[in-house]
């Protein structure tokens, strides 16, 4: 069964850290979201070239666990594997 989590305040240094240990334990994907009004600068580009290897699928939409946009531009939902 899939659970969804909450984080109710942005994670900085070794909270950020330690739930990104947690999830490669835990998680088997993992999604990134791209606001498609928002082109990505370098360093974003880069993350996305470096994970492309673990992409299960891309595709735009307007809804995502925790996130419904109501009209409007949709986003980028990027689906990635973390395990075999």
């Not at 088997?28 to 928002?38: D, K, W």
Request: net charge neutral.
């Amino acid at each position: 069964m899939m659970k969804n989590y909450t984080i109710r305040a942005e994670p900085t240094g070794h909270v950020y850290q330690a739930l990104l240990g947690l999830s490669l334990q835990h998680c088997e994907t993992f999604i990134l979201v791209v606001g498609s009004e928002r082109l990505l600068e370098r360093p974003g580009r880069d993350v996305l070239e470096r994970l492309s290897p673990l992409v299960i699928t891309r595709s735009e939409e307007q809804e995502w666990p925790g996130t419904k946009l109501i009209g409007g531009p949709t986003s980028t939902v990027w689906r990635f594997k973390l395990s075999e």
